[in-house]
């Protein structure tokens, strides 16, 4: 645990490295003080701000981290670094409306920030302007930019406009950048359902729980796989797996809507669908009891 009585109470700095520190080390109470005190003190400068924002918005106190970088960007609105943070505050928030304008300033100041440009076809695609967002994010990738979180967000936007086969090509892209991260893999098994190739799905599927064993939608699309396949057994106990992690099963009811997607798809798979949709409408405890006895 890092110590405050180390630090003066009127050294900004010293107590923001303080709270760094202290969020390196999981201690948030420490960290929260110690930025509290930080603010308490720290010039009303656009350097000072801006540091105070991002620890802030580290902490998740969106109020405060969106004030400081706010006045770190009234002292010095040409700052890339400033308006890059508080685009992502607002826009990690849903405040895509307020965040937008900043955007715009960015990428006028300057043009040749791929990253900037990336974080504008992300305000955009948020507010639903999806033609303006692809013309960003291909403004990003003409700049340079190859990172996973942009062929991610590719990948969103062919889905909402509903170019599956961009879509999987983007999140193909971002598994290639990343093979770690299990979101990619999860989003490509999903669009591999909708496409009825259930063998790609499942193997994809697998590998997203490999990667991370709580990720919920991860084992609802495996129960999904199982129970198109007529596994039912399998099915249910990958439905169990993710329930017991979804504690208000906000997931599920996602999840049940996209079972209706995947029959718009495939008429084939309809009834089995809305059986199973009638299942998962169950209380938890009736889908445990079908479960086999081992």
Known sequence: ????????????????????????????????????????????????????????????????????????????PSSAATLSGLIDVLHETGRDNEALPYCQ????????????????????????????????????????????????????????REDVDQSVQAFQKAIEL???????????????????DLAEAERLLDRALELREDFVRAYYNRGLCAWLNDERDRALKFYAQGRAKDEDEAELAAHREDLGEVGEYQEAWRGKLQRLSALLSQPMAGVRQRLPRR
Do not use: C
């Open 178 to 196: 990343a093979p770690e991260e299990a979101t990619p893999h999860n989003n490509l098994a999903y669009l591999q359902i909708l496409r009825g």
């Open 1 to 76: 645990m890092v110590a405050l009585n180390r630090v003066a109470r009127d050294d900004w700095q010293g107590l923001l490295n303080v709270a760094r520190e202290s969020l390196d080390q999981g201690d948030t109470v420490t960290a929260r003080r110690a930025v509290t005190l930080a603010a308490r003190v720290a010039p009303d400068t656009a350097e000072a701000q801006r540091a105070l924002g991002e620890v802030w918005s580290t902490l998740g106190r969106v109020v405060e981290a969106v004030r400081a970088y706010q006045r770190a960007a009234e002292h010095d």
């Open 105 to 160: 300033r960015a990428v006028e100041m300057s043009p040749e920030d791929a990253e900037l440009w990336r974080l504008l076809g992300d305000v955009l695609m948020a507010l639903d302007r999806y033609d303006e967002a692809l013309e960003a994010f291909q403004k990003a990738i003409e700049l340079g930019l190859d990172s996973a979180d942009l062929y991610v967000s590719l990948g969103y936007l062919h889905y909402y």
